[in-house]
Each structure stands twice: as C-alpha cells, then as structure tokens.
C-alpha cells in the first residue's frame, strides 16, 4: 500500500486515514484492541515488521532501533510502548514507514484494516480524559462503524522524541523591521499555534490566533465587512494567513481555496505551513492557490518568505 495509490481532490474538506489498530493484553489477560488514524498523507508504505538493528544512547525505550528499507535507515518507534500498552508479539505485526517534517520514521502497530474517506467535519477534538490517558497524543476522536477511532499526533512524538526537530528561528537574522505587519495564525494545536505566534512576534509580526479553518474563516470575514465599511482593501487590516493543512472542521487546503476564490480576499497572501509539505504533496497546495508552501519546522524560512509576500501584496494593492 503506498500513498500515491490515493487519490483525493484538495480543497473539498476531506481527509483519508489509513486505520491501524494496537492489541493490549489487559490484566485480567484478556486482549483488547484500541484503534488509531493516520492521515494517508503522510504514510508513504506499509511493511512486514523488518529485522531491527540496535543503536546506542536511545532517548526513549520506545525506540527499537533502526532498520533499512530501499537503502535507507529508518528509525522505528513502538508506538505500544509510547501509549503505555502491553502488547503481545505477533509475527503479524506491520510498520507504518511515514514522511512528514521532511523526516522518515517507522511506526510499529499490530496490524492495519483500511483507509476511510472523512471529511474533517466529522472529527471532534479529544476531551481531557483522551488527552491524559493518550500523553497528549491525539489530534481528534471519530465515530467510524462500531468503534471510535483515534488520529494520533505522530509529530508531537517525534518532534518530544527529537528536540532538533522543533520549531527554532535563527538568531543570527535580524528581525527588526520599520513596519509591523499582521498575520492570521490557523493551527489546532495549541502548542504549535502559540510557538509560531510567539516567534513571529519576534519577527516583528503582530498575530492572530485562531484554531482551525473556519475561526480563520469567520473572522477574516469581519474584517471584510469592516474594509467594506471603510472603503478599503482587507490587507489594510491582515496582510497575511499563515495555516496549518490538518485541521478539523474547515482543513488548510479548504481555508486557501475559499480565500483565493473570493474576489475581495484573493489578492490576501496565504501560506500553508506544514509536515506535509513535500515534493510529492506539493500540487496539492498549487491546486487550492496557496502562495507558498513551507515545511515545519522552518520557522525562519517561513517569517522571511511572509514577509516578501507581503511586500509584493501591498505593492499590487497600490
């Protein structure tokens, strides 16, 4: 199974996630099975659980060790022993190999049942107890057939299981500017959110915050109504939108097409900033009019291509 089998139109507010499931031996012996999501985005192939190399100093016991898959090592996490689950060994058991934040890592999982078309609507954010009882490690909660699925924060993981992974702006570049400009933040995750809205501050950036597509949506409405009032464009108020894609409710990919379509918005610059930026995904950003694309955690990319975008913006509204 491979990503590029699947297709699926950008922009319509959909998402598919290929279901895997973790087998935990209960302590009355019993086994039980908890099931997860993963965004097919992200998956690049499902194997056969491969021969594992150990490595010294691991950070986590979760991590098994390495293997190598056409010529390249691969991590491989344990994602059982990550969520604190005693899983019996299979020799049925698969690896979920996944590229995102321009990383590859293997994920361990006792097996894998389908893919499933959703649309982001149907996806709720977890409560408290799923939080705790997940390590913070699920993004949303959906209903499919019987049982309730879980999406799981595969970068939250891996970014906690290598700190160089994160999100970091580069001291050495001057950040002062004469002019402050406004940016729209659209992420759910409250982490990420609040740490790209604290760098760019940083840069110079006054910042909104919202926590998916539709706020986005809803308040860039407003200053549309606002600018209308005042006989003026929408970037005299918000000179940029920068989103996340994987979001519930309203995504990224949707948030940038319904911008780009509206002729009092399209001119407004919109930059998807993601761990699924990547050679292979990047059409799919093209397709909806993003402005540019950029991969987390390339935070100091993503100020200075902002902030050109905003100049070219500005000079065309001129």
């Known amino acids: 199974m491979t990503q590029s089998r699947i297709l699926l139109e950008s922009g319509t507010n959909e998402l598919e996630i290929v279901e895997f499931y973790l087998t935990e031996t209960l302590s009355n012996g019993q086994e039980y099975k908890g099931y ?5 985005s992200k998956v690049l192939r499902i194997i056969h659980r491969p021969a594992v190399t150990g490595m010294p100093n691991l950070s986590h016991p979760c991590i098994l060790g ?4 056409r010529s390249r090592i691969i991590p491989l996490v344990d994602l059982s022993v990550w969520l604190s689950k005693n899983r019996p060994d299979k020799d049925t058991e ?3 190999i ?3 934040n321009k990383l590859i890592n293997g994920f361990l999982v006792s097996g ?10 149907q996806i709720e954010a977890p409560d408290q107890y799923t939080d705790r009882y997940s390590s913070n490690s699920i993004t949303g909660v959906v209903k499919i057939e019987d ?5 799981i924060d ?3 993981i891996i970014a906690e299981l290598n700190p160089d992974a994160g999100l970091k702006l580069d001291e050495d570049i001057d950040w002062k500017t004469s002019r402050e400009f406004t940016a729209l933040i659209a992420d759910d995750s409250t982490i990420i959110r609040n740490m790209i809205g604290d760098l760019l501050e940083k840069a110079g950036f006054k910042v909104i915050k919202t926590k998916n597509g539709q706020e986005a949506l809803d308040y860039i409405e407003k200053l549309k109504a606002m600018a209308a009032e005042k006989n003026q464009p929408v970037s005299s108020m918000l000179q940029i939108v920068i989103s996340d894609i994987e979001m519930p409710v309203v995504d990224g990919f949707n948030l940038t097409k319904r911008i780009k379509t509206d002729p009092a918005l399209n001119h407004l610059p919109v930059i998807l900033f993601s761990s699924l930026i990547s050679e292979r995904l990047r ?5 909806v009019g993003a402005d540019d694309q950029i991969s987390k955690p390339e935070i100091s990319l993503l100020t200075q291509k902002a902030r050109a975008l905003i100049e070219k913006s500005l000079q065309y509204d001129v």
């Open 98 to 100: 996944t590229e995102f």
């Open 94 to 96: 698969k690896v979920i």
């Open 112 to 121: 894998v049942t389908r893919i499933h078309r959703l649309s982001w609507e």
């Open 283 to 287: 059409h799919k950003g093209e397709s």
């Open 66 to 69: 390495a293997f190598n898959q």
């Open 154 to 156: 595969l970068e939250k």
């Open 36 to 40: 997860y999501g993963v965004n097919v």
């Open 147 to 151: 049982r309730i699925v879980f999406l």
